[in-house]
């Protein structure tokens, strides 16, 4: 499975992005595709998924209400829109994929190379 993030650049706070997500490869074995973020000096945070098999989703408390996961299944293409944007979103985000329905970054076995997202204030 091979992950590909764009979408990322500078926003201003308030501003919104959506970052797209390209999926391809043995994409059948995929069972959830989430997101995670990780800032300069901190650990990488789940944000939210979305699982294969239904499409429910799951959000951190953190970013319930502002970021929303979708999927286009056609496309093989996941999004994460990201509303109301403070200067703390400010991080390389990524998205992952794993053959369970889980918020553990242990638990995601391929990896996106990231996308950079920078909130000015």
């Known amino acids: 499975v091979h992950l590909v993030e764009s979408g990322g650049g500078l926003v201003q706070a308030g501003g919104s992005v959506r970052l797209s997500c390209a999926a391809s490869?043995?994409?059948?074995?995929?069972?959830?595709l989430g997101w995670f973020r990780q800032a300069p000096g901190e650990e990488r945070e789940f944000l939210g998924s979305i699982r294969y098999e239904d499409s429910s989703t799951d959000y951190a408390d953190s970013v319930k209400g502002r970021f929303t996961v979708s999927r286009d299944s056609v496309a093989n293409m996941v999004f994460l829109q990201m509303d109301s944007l403070k200067v703390d979103d400010t991080a390389v985000y990524y998205c992952a994929a794993s053959f369970f329905f889980s918020r553990l970054e242990t638990q995601y076995q391929y990896w996106g190379q990231g996308t950079q997202v920078t909130v000015s204030a």
């Open positions: 490869g043995d994409t059948f074995s995929i069972h959830t």
